[in-house]
């Protein structure tokens, strides 16, 4: 009776797993195909990644010229 239970929590692993395997496949395959119908995507959210993109390049500006104030004043109190 003890091998009857092993073999089917065996087997039913096998099968849960390869059902996993391919519900996982399917839903790869899914969301690729439904990206690859869009084309190069929305306008508005390519858009609004150009606009992220520009902001992140005008803070990373701000942020080195405060470091090179901050650099500047330390120096002075340094040297005073």
Known sequence: ???I???SIVFGSI???AALICGTIL???KTRSRNSSTGAGD???ARTIQE???SLNRME???ESLETILMDNKE???HQ
């Open 43 to 45: 306008p508005e959210e």
């Open 27 to 29: 839903i790869v395959l």
């Open 1 to 3: 009776m003890l091998n």
């Open 5 to 7: 239970i092993i073999v």
């Open 76 to 78: 002075k109190e340094g």
């Open 52 to 54: 992220i993109y520009q």
């Open 61 to 63: 500006k701000r942020i």
């Open 15 to 17: 099968v849960a797993l």
